[in-house]
């Protein structure tokens, strides 16, 4: 990308070398700017300038010999850091135009029109927008990268707290259970502090309970012991126990065997982070979890009959409620191979669904 006063690189795709010596006149009268031009005259030595040349805007004719500007920008479509193209054509057409943009073409000029100041705005403003589309695309892939990294340091973090709850709170409780019910068995029955102790006795019960659900929650043993379709099963009780008033449909039309290791840990989060949505926004009663194959390709769909949502509102980034289920869902399909839809009509209802290709 040129730099203050360093020169543009032009490369100039044309046939008619009458036609180049104009286009070169008129880029040497712009005194804002000055341009380095490469010229390519047939449509091999074009393709070699786009793949092998680091211009910063390309020029190139609708018409090279019996090929047509509109071929070599189909054939150039993705080539990685190719220039912007601006299409000169003999006479307007307003379809050329048209099929111009569509196969990429930063702008569209008519030679007879072309003045220097035309030319060199046109210029400029195509390499400022590819610069923003590079910086835009840039910042893409840093904002992939970041999200799936998120996604990695949020498991992690998980295992980390289950880990620590299983063992060190988890037992801490058990064995006070255990100490105060060897306290109790010493004393005999008619002493009140013993009465007191053994009415602590369901409480540290209580606790120790929610301790296992919340590390059990964080990650699911049994998915690494007895796999996807054991720790789903054991999630709908979970949840079946926690919401009373909704009913989970279960219906696994697959074996645990056609289910890819890679794809277990993913799929368990994206039908807790969909029944999480269910429970808390949907006021659904009843939510149908389907897991399936076709043809080698596997499918999960959490339906429910509960309320619908807006979806684009809900994803869109301008959005400063939005949450991360949606969004960590979509991610975790797409990191897997896979992608994700959500669809969802207000009145009637949301179905996520997931589809991993064979
Ligand atoms: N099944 C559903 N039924 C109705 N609304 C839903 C459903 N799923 C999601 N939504 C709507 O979409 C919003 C975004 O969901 P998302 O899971 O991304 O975030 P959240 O649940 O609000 O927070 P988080 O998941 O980060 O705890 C929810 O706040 C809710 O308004
Ligand atoms: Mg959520």
């Known amino acids: 990308m040129p730099d203050g006063n360093e020169p543009i690189k032009v490369l100039l795709i044309e046939d008619d070398e009458d036609d180049s010596v104009l286009i070169r006149s008129i880029l040497s009268d712009i005194p804002s700017a000055s341009y380095d031009i490469t010229w390519a005259e047939t449509y091999k030595d074009a393709l070699r300038g786009l793949r092998e040349g680091s211009y910063d ?11 047509t500007g509109l071929e070599l920008l189909q054939k150039v479509a993705d080539y990685a850091d190719k220039p912007p193209i601006i299409i000169l054509t003999g006479q307007g057409d307003y379809r050329v ?11 569209y000029l008519v030679k007879d029109h072309l003045s220097d100041p035309m030319l060199e705005r046109t ?9 923003s589309e590079d910086a835009l695309r840039e910042s893409e892939k840093q904002l992939q990268y970041l999200s799936s990294q998120l996604l ?15 063992d060190n709170l988890g037992q801490l409780l058990t064995a006070i259970k255990y100490n105060i019910e060897t306290v109790i068995s010493r004393q005999p029955c008619e002493n009140e502090c013993a009465s007191n102790l053994e009415q602590v006795i369901p409480l540290i019960q209580v606790a120790v309970e929610h301790v296992r659900r919340i590390y059990t929650q964080l990650r699911p043993t049994v998915l690494d012991d ?13 949840f079946e126990d926690v919401n009373t ?6 219906d696994f039309e697959i074996e645990e065997e056609e289910i890819p290791e890679n794809l277990k840990l993913a799929m368990f989060r994206i039908v807790q982070d969909a029944m999480d949505n269910v429970a808390e926004h949907s006021s659904a009663e009843q939510v149908w979890l389907r897991l399936s194959s076709h043809n080698g390709a596997l499918n999960l769909s ?6 619908g949502f807006n979806v684009g509102a809900k994803l869109s980034l301008m959005n400063p409620e939005g949450g ?30 997931a589809n991993w290709p064979s």
């Open 302 to 307: 959490i339906r429910d009959d509960g309320k």
């Open 324 to 353: 991360l289920g949606l969004r960590s869902m979509k991610r975790r399909a797409e990191l897997s191979g896979g992608n994700l839809a959500i669809i969802s009509e207000v009145g009637t209802g949301t179905t996520v669904r």
């Open 57 to 67: 805007v390309c020029l190139m004719d609708y018409r090279l010999g019996n090929r």
């Open 97 to 107: 135009d048209i099929a111009a943009m569509k196969h990429g073409a930063a702008d």
């Open 226 to 238: 007895l796999g996807v379709k054991a720790a789903l099963t054991w999630y709908c009780r979970e």
């Open 245 to 250: 008033r909704i009913l989970v449909n279960k």
């Open 123 to 131: 210029i400029r403003y195509a390499i400022e927008r590819k610069k």
């Open 152 to 166: 990695v340091v949020q498991e992690n973090e998980r295992r980390k707290v289950a880990a620590e709850l299983h």
